[in-house]
Nanobody
Framework: QVQLVESGGGLVQAGGSLRLSCAASGRTFSSYAMGWFRQAPGKERESVAAISWNGGSTYYADSVKGRFTISRDNVKSTVYLQMNSLKPEDTAVYYC??????????????????WGQGTQVTVSS
């Protein structure tokens, strides 16, 4: 069982930055691939970034490539999403996810083992 708790969301102006954190409980964090998803009002939940169990591989949706960076610290059982050059269209609830397989990015409808409760990110123009 893995429990995920996100933090770091908030209100930021366009062009600004935020760093999201997701703290995981459980002793097997390092065996899970981790990902960040987002869901805007009226839209499906989409995957934006993912990282392999050891951090050796990272994946990004085209919409965030070059602006967002995913990383993880297996000692702290935490995964991060650094978001730079934020745009109003990045406004959404951001969710952390954990899965024992690879987490796909750039699409909707992904099924993962565990979800966090979400954190709101609002980018004003």
């Amino acid at each position: 069982q893995v429990q995920l708790v996100e933090s770091g969301g908030g209100l930021v102006q366009a062009g600004g930055s935020l760093r999201l954190s997701c703290a995981a409980s459980g002793r097997t964090f390092s065996s899970y691939a981790m990902g960040w998803f987002r869901q805007a009002p009226g839209k499906e939940r989409e995957s934006v970034a993912a990282i392999s169990w050891n951090g050796g591989s990272t994946y990004y949706a085209d919409s965030v490539k070059g602006r967002f960076t995913i990383s993880r610290d297996n000692v702290k059982s935490t995964v991060y999403l650094q978001m730079n050059s934020l745009k109003p269209e990045d406004t959404a609830v951001y969710y952390c996810a954990a899965d024992q397989g690879r987490i796909p990015v750039g699409g909707v409808g992904a099924v993962v083992n565990y979800w966090g409760q979400g954190t709101q990110v609002t980018v004003s123009s």
